[in-house]
T-cell receptor, first 119, second 114 residues
């Protein structure tokens, strides 16, 4: 079974509108972390936002927020006021065993969502 | 502060050859990990090093190997290249201070095997 599922291969949004990118995950570990990364055409992976499994509040970083629904195992990324520069691939990723003493720093990535922002 | 630096940016090799990729982490970061990205398989974890020790290894054949030096710089080697090894190879570093410590990625090395 896939650990990270991103069901939207591609999304389109108009400039200045908000967009939600979906991510569901599968783990039996009670201690995990969820990340979102952006990959522009240059190839570099850019960190956007992090949510820990024990965090009580949804994470926010500027125009990015994470809609964390633990019971549904979903961690959707919300981008508000989209900009042309937001056009890129977006990856959801998970790290398990977060509190295992630091022996596991492997991220499992989803297949990604290609976001296109139209002017 | 300089970011993660990967060299070379592009590589073209032929089947059967070997290749070495280099990664310089952010200053002070002791954890370096490598990922392979292909259109078909997406992003897959290769291995992670911390203080010159390999702590985790992904599900890749033994042709894929790596090492980390005392200055935290890391190299990845692929021997007996196959066409399927064509991919973007991404290196990431982390200071590893806490569970939510993020990985900082380089721009990658695009390897083409002909």
């Amino acid at each position: 079974a896939q650990k990270i599922t991103q069901t939207q291969p591609g999304m389109f949004v108009q400039e200045k509108e908000a967009v939600t990118l979906d991510c569901t995950y599968d783990t039996s570990d009670p201690s995990y972390g969820l990340f979102w990364y952006k990959q522009p055409s240059s190839g570099e992976m850019i960190f956007l936002i992090y949510q820990g499994s024990y965090d009580q509040q949804n994470a926010t970083e500027g125009r990015y927020s994470l809609n964390f629904q633990k019971a549904r195992k979903s961690a959707n990324l919300v981008i508000s006021a989209s900009q042309l520069g937001d056009s890129a691939m977006y990856f959801c990723a998970m790290r398990e065993g977060v509190n295992s003493g630091g022996s596991n720093y492997k991220l499992t990535f989803g297949k990604g969502t290609l976001l296109t922002v139209n002017p | 502060k300089a970011g993660v630096t990967q060299t070379p940016r592009y590589l073209i090799k032929t089947r059967g050859q070997q290749v070495t990729l280099s990664c310089s982490p952010i200053s002070g970061h002791r954890s370096v990990s490598w990922y392979q990205q292909t259109p078909g398989q997406g992003l897959q974890f290769l291995f992670e090093y911390f203080s010159e020790t390999q702590r985790n290894k992904g599900n890749f054949p033994g042709r894929f190997s790596g090492r980390q030096f005392s200055n935290s710089r890391s190299e990845m080697n692929v021997s007996t290249l196959e066409l399927g090894d064509s991919a973007l190879y991404l290196c990431a570093s982390s200071s590893f201070r806490g569970p939510n410590e993020k990985l900082f990625f380089g721009s990658g090395t695009q390897l083409s095997v002909l």
